[in-house]
């Protein structure tokens, strides 16, 4: 694993380098989707790598380099220049070479490899295919990697140079004569019939300039730091979207979630549906069109199902892998409907056109998703895939106050709000389709989960809720963020939301910079694990959210802003992930987790959804981008 991460991206390209954008080693390379379409992509001046001087990313897709000779010293030598892009088409990198002191020639070279391999497998999927056979033939332009999938479908990587090279068999090579040369090296990675088509850098920044004007004709917040951090928010939504048959579909993270998430993408349209509506609605048309429509063991697909990660790669296609799609989660059913029934308060016309998926995902809910019947929403632990089917998908993450895994059917806190915000919704569709009957069954049905789960999940010595039911109905009275997130579900009655704020606020659970996953005093807490002490932000902004809902005005503000001052921290200016639980110290940034996304899709989107709440008058401020309205 590299130690530093470095990701450029255009729709569904992206290249993953190391601390200095190289891709020499490890998981680094030019990804198209879920295919490692180059394994090495490595300058050397004079059988040295250039020594950066600037690295700036002028873009999400845009690296601009001022580099040197090796071993610099006090007098540059050779300079180089650099501007490295990537659009939905290319990889185009565009160098000037400068010789200010001695005699030429230089020689340059760019390595190159190739080997095709599956996302997963780069990450170390158990039982890979093995290396592949890659042919690679020297062109007049550059060179050609070729690869024939188990499947069949025929990949090539095409490398055009703007001047000849030599192909020695590991790099193109050029002689370096003159004191000044100007190269550009193209790369097109293309499947079967494709062809190379140019990209255009220029339009691809015209529109991201377009985008950060546009908001700021909108908002413009008192604090320059905080509006740098909206505007990086906007940027990172815009980079993480590929193309997909149904419009421009947000990505959950970089570099190895490029990819259609159920829960992730709802959760994302959830916070940001008022200000980016077509996001939101491509997320509820591709999901529907994805929905599950039989039973199957292997990718765990029932009727109604919404799928959980959908991928595209040679594992998958050949059957290795269940992600063809995967359906293992138990909230994404649900925040559908949820999703579906607020877009459609401003567009009532998608309730009609997105009808069938819609109810289908309602009876998901009473059948499927309830097994035993008790009229919560469940999962069982896969031995063979995802253990805890819900947004703390870790094997360890949900567990008794004994320290024991969860078995049988498991019912979680959050997953019951969501399905009490996906009642209300189809209660407020049916209204909008002329059919009262129907919401006003709806509406009894939300208000007896909501009755059930008071009774069943209510913490009463913690002022809380537990974060679950075990298979065997017995109260999981662990102390987790889970609560506070699902307040902005609607399911937790205005006198019960004081308390879980207070709880979520509290010693155990509030670091200074959020809400931790898990409690200080708990069994597993660790401030550096994945679920079991860590920070997500995304967890901690729905906490806002619903404080808000719920009239904490202040809670809210102060969650907010700490969300705030952890993107300002930040050298991007960007929310992480995550990020260890240890306390906020003074003048000290949050203790980074090792392996966390950036961007990540839940965290772009959270700038948008929680700016209004930065205010001291948070709760005056209209909240466009709020992830439910007031009931």
Not at 189 to 215: F, N, S
């Amino acid at each position: 694993m590299l130690n530093t991460r470095t990701v450029l991206k255009d729709n569904d390209l992206y290249l993953v380098g190391d601390a200095q954008y190289v891709v020499a080693q490890g998981e680094s390379g030019l990804y198209r989707r879920d295919t490692r379409v180059l394994s090495r992509y490595e300058w050397r001046l004079d059988g040295q790598p250039p020594q950066p001087l600037l690295q700036q990313e002028r873009a999400p897709f845009w690296l601009h380099e001022q580099a040197a000779n090796a071993n610099v010293g006090y007098t540059m030598k050779v300079g180089l220049r650099r501007d490295l892009t990537l659009s939905a088409t290319e990889l185009r990198d565009t160098l000037q070479v400068t010789r200010y002191r001695g005699q030429g020639p230089h020689e340059l070279k760019l390595y190159l490899g190739a080997d095709y391999l599956d996302m997963f497998e780069v990450r170390g999927w158990p039982g890979g295919l093995g290396a592949r056979a890659v042919e690679a033939q020297a062109t007049a332009q550059g060179v050609t990697f070729a690869y024939a999938a188990g499947d069949g479908l025929r990949s090539r990587t095409v490398v055009q140079a703007s001047l000849p090279a030599t192909w020695d068999g590991e790099a193109l090579v050029w002689t370096l004569p003159d004191a000044h040369t100007q190269l550009q090296v193209s790369v097109f990675p293309l499947q079967d019939d494709e062809v190379p088509t140019p990209g255009d850098p220029a339009a691809l920044l015209a529109e991201y300039r377009a985008l950060t004007e546009r908001l700021r004709a909108q908002v413009q917040l008192p604090d320059p730091a905080d509006q740098q951090v909206l505007e990086r928010s906007v940027a990172d939504l815009r980079s993480l979207s590929f193309q997909t048959d149904h419009g421009a579909f947000p990505a959950a993270g970089l570099p190895w979630f490029v990819a259609p998430f159920g829960r992730d993408s709802m959760l994302m349209a959830l916070m940001v549906h008022r200000h980016l509506p077509e996001l939101a609605r491509t997320v509820a048309r591709y999901l529907a069109a994805h929905q599950g429509v039989r039973h199957d063991p292997m990718t765990l697909e029932q009727p109604g199902k919404i799928l959980h990660e959908l991928r595209v790669g040679e594992l998958t296609r050949l059957g290795h892998t269940p992600h063809r799609p995967y359906y293992a989660t138990a909230d994404a059913t649900p925040l559908f409907v949820w999703l579906v029934g607020e877009l459609a308060r401003t567009d009532p016309a998608l309730a009609g056109e997105l009808r069938p998926h819609w109810e289908a995902a309602l009876q998901w809910c009473l059948h499927d998703g309830d097994p035993d019947g008790d009229g919560f929403l469940e999962y069982t632990p896969d031995p063979n895939g995802i253990t805890n089917a819900v947004w703390k998908d870790s094997g360890d993450s949900t567990f008794t106050e004994d320290g024991v895994d969860v078995s049988g059917h498991v019912a979680v806190i959050e997953v019951q709000g969501y399905a009490y915000a996906a009642y209300r919704a189809a209660a407020s569709m049916y209204r909008q389709l002329g059919e009262p009957g129907a919401a006003e069954a709806w509406d009894a049905r939300a208000l007896a989960l909501q009755a059930a789960f008071q009774r069943a999940f209510w913490w009463p010595e913690r002022g809380t809720y537990v974060h679950g039911l075990n298979g065997d109905k017995q109260p999981l009275r662990v102390l987790v963020s889970n609560a506070a997130h699902t307040l902005c579900t609607g399911i937790i009655a205005p006198p019960y939301a004081v308390q879980v704020a207070a709880s979520a606020l509290g010693p155990e659970l509030w670091s200074g910079w959020g809400i931790r996953t898990l409690g200080t005093g708990e069994r597993r807490y660790n401030p550096v694990s994945y679920h079991n002490g860590s920070v997500w932000p995304h967890d901690t902004a729905l906490a806002a959210l619903g404080m808000a809902r719920c009239g904490l005005h202040a809670q809210a503000q102060q969650v907010a802003r700490a969300l705030f001052d952890a993107a300002r921290a930040a050298p991007d200016h960007r929310l992480s992930e995550l990020f260890a639980g240890f306390p906020r110290e003074a003048h000290t940034p949050p203790v980074p987790y090792p392996a966390a996304c950036h961007p990540q899709g839940w965290d772009a989107a959270i700038p948008l959804a929680l700016w209004p709440l930065l205010g001291s008058n948070a709760d005056a401020v209209p909240h466009p981008t709020e992830v439910v309205a007031s009931r």
